[in-house]
């Protein structure tokens, strides 16, 4: 078991913020897989929260998955109010990759 694991989401395992936030994390530390299951895992708990998806869509992003990204981002849209929606997907730099992409411009 990774020291990573032992931590928050450890602590309440049905909680899927920190296993999407730890994911994105992964992806950052090198982690591919671990990150994939764990924004799974994330998904499975709750995939509606605001949190989980947009964490979904970086992580499938930093994957390299960028079209798959946009049904997290889409359906983030649906649930998170409009401005906010928009001003984060404007400024991060995550989703800099998907700026061109007609979908990507119609949520903002």
Same mark, same amino acid.
């Given at each position: 078991?990774?020291? /990573?694991?032992?931590?928050?989401?450890?602590? !309440? #395992?049905?909680? &899927?913020? #920190?296993?999407?936030?730890?994911?994105?994390?992964? /992806? $950052?530390?090198?982690?591919?897989? !671990?990150?994939?299951?764990?924004?799974?895992?994330?998904?499975?708990? !709750? #995939?509606?929260? #605001?949190? /989980?998806? $947009?964490?979904?869509?970086?992580?499938?992003?930093?994957?390299?998955?960028?079209?798959?990204?946009? &049904?997290?981002?889409?359906? !983030?849209?649906?649930?998170?109010?409009?401005?906010?929606?928009?001003?984060?997907?404007?400024?991060?730099?995550?989703?800099?990759?998907?700026?061109?992409?007609?979908?990507?411009?119609?949520?903002?």
């Amino acid at each position: 078991m990774s020291n /990573v694991r032992r931590g928050v989401a450890a602590i !309440d #395992p049905e909680d &899927p913020a #920190p296993l999407s936030r730890g994911a994105v994390a992964m /992806v $950052y530390m090198g982690r591919r897989e !671990d990150a994939s299951r764990w924004i799974g895992r994330a998904l499975a708990i !709750d #995939p509606d929260d #605001p949190i /989980v998806l $947009y964490n979904a869509a970086s992580v499938n992003v930093l994957l390299g998955k960028h079209y798959g990204a946009m &049904p997290f981002l889409e359906q !983030d849209a649906r649930v998170t109010d409009r401005k906010t929606a928009a001003a984060l997907l404007e400024h991060d730099r995550e989703f800099e990759s998907l700026k061109h992409l007609p979908r990507f411009r119609a949520l903002i």
